[in-house]
């Protein structure tokens, strides 16, 4: 597996979990706002690389201390061995949690199928009309991820979606729209964007946390449970 970076802990990652994040490489999306942006824009060669089995023998030196692993990225659905290594994370005690930006309905299937996912973290970027500019993508189809979020509603493993808010990008208008979509959705949660530096494109914005409360208020009716991050 085509893997970049490893968090030896977190505890942000995985909701109340003590876990390891595993960072793989690339991604098909170009979101301005990414906080990855050498995981997604570096050509392959010039990204750090860790061997798969160094990775799973970290996992295993592990086994009693930590209680999950995180499949992030970049865009973990793009690696073909993606689940061959949940199931070597699952076997080994773990449970595992992948983080998606939605855009591989079938991978995301069959993973779940497999059994060895507990947790699915989506990102919903924006209002549907609004994806080809959140994502970088002109032209993006936005099929693959309305399938996707559907495919999580029916609760086969646990599930957030999640959206990080950007002054630029984001509108009242476009949280209202999200509400509606996926309404009866477990879990939404609001992410300020927080610009870490290294981003795809500069000049962008988040909130203020009276704006992030806000929004976390508008859309609150429609989902059991609400959350914010990163905000004070
Ligand atoms: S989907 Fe995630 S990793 Fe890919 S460009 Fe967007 S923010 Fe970055």
């Known amino acids: 597996m085509n893997i970049s970076g490893l968090q030896k802990l977190s ?22 706002f990414c ?17 798969t089995q160094e990775v799973l023998d970290f996992l295993a030196s592990r086994k009693g201390l930590l209680d999950g692993v995180v499949l992030s ?26 983080d998606t930006n939605g855009c591989f309905p079938g ?8 059994g060895n996912i507990d947790y699915v973290a989506m990102d919903i970027k924006n209002s549907l ?13 936005v099929s693959g991820v309305r399938e996707s979020a559907a495919i999580l509603m029916k609760g086969r493993v646990d599930y957030e979606f999640r959206t990080t808010l950007v002054r630029e990008l984001h509108t009242e208008e476009d ?16 992410q300020n964007f927080v610009d870490s530096g ?10 203020s946390p009276g704006e992030m409360h806000a929004f976390a208020e ?9 959350s914010l991050r990163g905000v004070d």
């Open 11 to 32: 505890l942000v990652d995985f909701p109340r979990k003590m876990a390891a994040t595993v960072f793989t490489g690339g991604c098909n999306l170009r979101c301005p």
């Open 107 to 114: 991978r995301l299937c069959a993973l779940l199928d497999a």
């Open 129 to 141: 009309s609004n994806y080809p500019t959140t994502v970088g993508i002109p032209g993006f189809d």
């Open 218 to 226: 508008t859309v609150r009716p429609y989902f059991a449970n609400v």
């Open 198 to 207: 290294g981003l795809i494109q500069s000049g962008l914005h988040g909130f």
């Open 35 to 51: 906080h990855n942006a050498l995981l997604v824009t570096a050509p392959a060669d010039e990204r750090e690389h860790y061997e």
């Open 175 to 190: 949280l209202m729209y999200i509400a509606h979509w996926l309404n009866g959705a477990n879990r939404y949660c609001l």
């Open 73 to 98: 990225g970049g865009e973990p659905l793009l690696q073909e061995e993606v689940g061959e290594f949940a199931a070597a994370a699952k076997a080994m005690g773990y449970v595992v949690k992948l």
